[in-house]
């Protein structure tokens, strides 16, 4: 029997609903096709945004959505993106497929994309090959709500309010395809770039909130050398320059070589794939320590801007395109990745899974006019729950499982007070062969009434668009309330969500 504390009475920080965010690149079909389709397309649409795909994300309540990259950021030029269709610059998308991109979904559809999902905005900014005055003039041209030119042309391309930059980041993976940059180079540029994101609203929830480029996963040195130069010679005037920190760690189970079918894979491959999602948390915990050196009150966030699953591309499509599947190895590692975000919302801001629609780990997958919601999307559907809702103090008592040497804990959980008052626990079960029992002790909360719901299926279990709904949650009546707590039984290769009211 797993014994599990949950002290309610311990209320620690708020778990940013930003932790569920996601992430929309110009890559292969996740902004077109999966995303977009144009006002004139069969498929059904509003302003030209698939209304399958955007009711499927409403569902799930998208916080927040990253965009346009990605590497694809570091060579966008956001001129090219507005104004008449027909007009617009083509370019090559010379990081994903070579693939002509014709600019069609730019700044207004992007807008127009979030206003229909009803989330935040996170706009990614091009240093690596774009200049302070576009960068200084692209946040001019959205966000300036006085006369100016580019405000001006802002209406006239038929948006004569200003748009809402929620968050901006500063480049995207500038030790990489955004530049190739050493941490104390690209830590200058921030500096300097973000001295011309002008702030043209003042209060506090309109400020744009910046977004330095943080690690490649274990890269702590870059961590380190990125703040040491932020923090060197501050204007004492500027109040900080940085209000957030990227992190980017994909899940594997080898490396980057050979990423393994994400649909074909022995037992031993999912343990290894569950290993590789868990060392998310001494990535953030390792990185958080750096973090608490510069930054002990922890106004800078953690912003996990991608995570999640990278396999080989599905057989026969284009390579360029990152298009896979996904099973129940993808949603307990979602499960897995989510809890441990809650447990560290002290410093965890946000996070953005990669991506949204038909590229690695996706909620929403297409084909044609056909969507399916994969195993992934029932796992934000159940974990929203957590979504701004108070973390509580919890521990699990968990043993080892696995095979041919790869070791895993078999569970992990994560719990909070909901806005409603009510306790949200959710929980995730390794273990292939395993179900276990669980003994909630629960202190500071008087539990009259409980519901659950569960996906597990076999590990392999996926949708198909022959079959769109062989996966999702059911209730799960297998929750018992004892005096003084919880009882139930996980079953083996599973994502619990129990609410107790
Ligand atoms: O998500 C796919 C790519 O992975 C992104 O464009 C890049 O930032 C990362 O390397």
């Known amino acids: 029997m797993a014994k599990y504390i949950i002290n309610a009475e311990r209320k620690k920080n708020k778990i940013n609903r930003e932790i569920y965010g996601h992430f929309s690149e110009h890559l292969g ?6 995303l977009y389709v144009g006002e004139d397309s069969e498929i059904p649409n509003t302003n030209g945004m698939r209304n399958d795909v955007v ?4 569902e799930i309540e998208v916080p927040v959505l990253r965009w346009p990259g990605g590497c694809f950021a570091d060579e966008y030029h956001w001129r090219e993106g507005i104004g008449p269709k027909a007009e617009r610059k083509r370019m090559v ?3 994903w497929g070579g693939v002509v991109e014709d600019n069609s979904f730019g700044t207004h559809e992007y807008f127009e994309l979030c206003r229909q999902i009803g989330c935040k905005t996170y706009i990614n900014g091009n240093v690596g090959s774009g200049t302070v005055q576009e960068m200084s003039e692209w946040i001019e041209y959205m966000t300036f709500d006085g006369e100016s030119p580019l405000a001006q042309e802002r209406a006239k391309n038929g948006h004569s309010e200003p748009f809402k930059v929620d968050y901006f980041g500063v480049g995207n993976e500038n030790w990489g395809c955004g530049g190739n940059m050493t941490p104390e180079y690209y830590a200058n ?17 309109e ?5 330095a480029c943080g690690a490649n996963s274990n ?11 932020l923090f060197t010679h501050c204007d004492p005037r500027a109040h900080g320059n940085t209000e957030g920190l990227s992190l980017h760690y994909y899940t594997h189970p080898y490396g980057w070589d050979d990423k393994g079918s994400a649909t074909e894979f022995n037992e031993k491959d999912w343990y290894q794939t569950m290993a590789k999602t868990l060392y998310m948390e ?14 002990p009150e922890k106004k800078i966030g953690m912003i996990v801007d991608e995570w999640g699953t990278w396999f080989n591309v599905e057989p026969g499509t284009n390579p360029g395109f990152l298009y896979q599947q996904n099973t129940m190895r993808d949603a307990v590692v979602a499960g897995i990745n989510l809890n441990i975000f809650n447990h560290h919302s002290d410093r965890v801001k946000m996070a953005n899974i990669a991506q949204l629609v038909n590229v690695l780990q996706s909620v929403v997958l297409t084909d044609g006019p056909e969507m399916l919601k994969t195993p992934t999307w029932h796992v934000f559907h159940m974990y929203k729950a957590h979504q701004d809702a108070t973390l509580v103090d919890s521990y699990l008592e968990t043993e080892t499982v696995g095979v041919e040497g790869v070791e895993v804990p078999n569970l992990t959980e994560s719990a909070s007070i909901s806005a409603d008052g009510k306790l949200q626990i959710t929980m995730t079960n390794l273990s292939l062969d395993t179900a276990y029992p669980v003994d909630v002790r629960l202190t500071g909360y008087e539990g009259t009434a409980v519901s659950a719901e569960i996906l597990s299926e076999e590990m392999h279990a996926k949708n198909t668009f022959e079959e769109p709904d062989a996966v999702h949650s059911k209730p799960f009546d297998g929750v018992e309330l004892v005096h003084g707590g919880l009882k139930f039984t996980i079953p083996a290769c599973s994502v619990l969500h129990i609410t107790v009211e």
Not at 285 to 294: E, F, G, K, L, N
């Open 29 to 34: 079909r996740c902004i077109y096709e999966g």
């Open 55 to 58: 009711e499927a994300l409403k």
């Open 93 to 95: 998308n010379t990081n």
């Open 189 to 205: 540029l921030y500096r300097r770039y973000q001295t011309f994101i002008k702030q043209y609203k003042h209060t506090d929830d």
């Open 207 to 211: 400020k744009i909130r910046r977004i």
């Open 219 to 229: 890269d702590y040195e870059w961590t380190e050398d990125v703040l040491k130069t």
């Open 282 to 295: 001494e990535l953030i915990r390792r990185h958080s320590a750096i973090m608490d050196q510069y930054d």
